[in-house]
């Protein structure tokens, strides 16, 4: 199984903020789109990416005030990325080693899509269960 198996399954699509957007901006369209990460990107394209875990690890320093902060303040700059013709095994390998939830797919430095450990999940449990499909077939034509 593939990336680009995860993102025709899922979708392609992903939503982006810039550098300068607010953290409050930040969490309403987290809460809107219902997810738990966001891409930063500027004019030279990709520069961090934010999740929830940012949020919260920063909300303890600075309280209310991060609502009011830049999300270049808290993204993470250090960012895994991933092709379409990665494996998902490899996929969950990085999420594992590096604990991180969420990993852009770019294609000739463009950001195609993102998948989440939730993504990865799910596809492992739909190829799990089509091989214990396969083999209860097979056992049932004996």
């Not at 092709?83 to 463009?110: A, C, N, Q, Y």
């Amino acid at each position: 199984m593939r990336v680009s198996d995860v993102l025709r399954n899922k979708g392609a699509g992903v939503d982006t903020v810039n550098p300068g957007t607010q953290v409050s901006e930040l969490l309403r369209r987290m809460a809107d789109h219902n997810i738990g990460a966001m891409v930063v990107t500027g004019p030279d394209g990709i520069v961090g990416i934010v999740s929830e875990r940012d949020v919260v690890r920063n909300l303890t320093t600075h309280g209310a005030n991060l609502l009011a902060m830049p999300v270049s303040a808290i993204m993470t700059t250090s960012i895994a990325s991933c092709v379409l013709d990665d494996s998902v095994d490899k996929l969950f390998g990085v999420m594992t080693e590096r604990r991180i939830r969420h990993i852009p797919v770019i294609v000739d430095r463009e950001l195609v899509g993102i998948v989440s450990i939730g993504d990865v999940v799910k596809m492992r449990m739909e190829e799990l269960k089509n091989s214990q499909d396969q083999l209860q077939a097979y056992i049932s034509q004996g």
